[in-house]
Each structure stands twice: as C-alpha cells, then as structure tokens.
C-alpha cells in the first residue's frame, strides 16, 4: 500500500512510499502487523530475506527473522540471521543474534584519581556486533583521533603508546 511499494513474496506487507519487501514472511511498515495499510506505512521501509521486519520509516531488515525498528521508530538497521536493532531510532545491529539496547552516555571517568570530562556524552542510538554471551572483537580498525573533543575509536597500538 502507498506509491510504489512493492511485496514480492507470499505473504510480505509493504506499506508507504517505496516500501519494499522481498521473500517469504517478511514485513515493511510502521507498526510490524502483518497489514498493509493508509494507518501503518512506512516510507522508506525495506524487507529482504525470511521473516524479516522493517518497522518504521527508512528501517532495513536483511536476513532470516531480523527485526528493525519497532513502533514509534524510524531508521533503523538489522543485517543477519535474527539480529535486532529495536532500543532506540537510529540502531543498527551488525551480524547474526546482535541485539541493540538503550544507548547510554557516560559523561566522565576517573583514572588514578584525577577526573576526565569525555566528549559524545549524550548518544540517541546504538550500534550492536554481538549480544550477551555472543560477544564480537572489531579488528582492522585505524587510528582514531586523539584530542580533548575526538569522538573516534582508539585502536590497540594507540593504547598501547600511552602507556
């Protein structure tokens, strides 16, 4: 339902302006009901694999029953086998079984008594490459900004400099 969204696939929803679905089982819409309607589209919201469920504005959702977004959401992303990105908009779980949870910001630390203030203190999304007990490393990661304001990640040969 909506201009040009498309379901390919029995039974697949798409709903909203260039929703799509592709597969068996798979959903694209604003509330994840298994409908395509005027009341739940999605724009933007894409389905590809088994069982999948783009729910919100801009989701994407490849795989085998992986879930982004959920009511209320938009732009989420879940790639592989029953990922699930669903905490906040914006979340996207990277690999099979990741799951995203509640962004928290941490707004300083304490290293050998002296206090740090760090910067990107307030996060409105996540990204997840692992769950509880199926945890990933990232490798191949290059050096990141070192500064009082840097958001970037620190990769090992720099830690290690610091010592």
Do not use: C, H, W
Request: aromatic share 4%; proline share 2%.
């Amino acid at each position: 339902y909506g201009d040009g969204a498309v379901s390919i696939g029995d039974p697949s929803y798409a709903s909203g302006t260039g929703a799509f679905t592709g597969g068996a089982n798979n959903i694209a819409n604003s509330d994840g009901t298994a409908t395509a309607t005027a009341a739940n589209m999605a724009n933007g919201a894409v389905a590809i694999g088994n069982s999948n469920k783009a729910i919100g504005q801009g989701s994407v959702a490849l795989g085998n029953g992986s879930t982004a977004g959920a009511a209320g959401l938009a732009g989420n992303v879940a790639l592989g086998d029953g990922a699930t990105a669903a905490a906040s908009s914006g979340d996207v779980a990277l690999g099979s079984g990741s799951v995203t949870t509640t962004a928290v910001g941490t707004a300083s630390g304490v290293v050998n008594g002296t206090t740090y203030a760090f910067q990107g203190t307030n996060p409105t999304s996540t990204v997840s490459i692992g769950a509880p007990g199926a945890e990933r490393t990232i490798t191949n990661v290059a050096a990141g900004r070192i500064s009082s304001t840097s958001t970037d990640a620190i990769n090992g040969t720099q830690l290690a400099a610091a010592n």
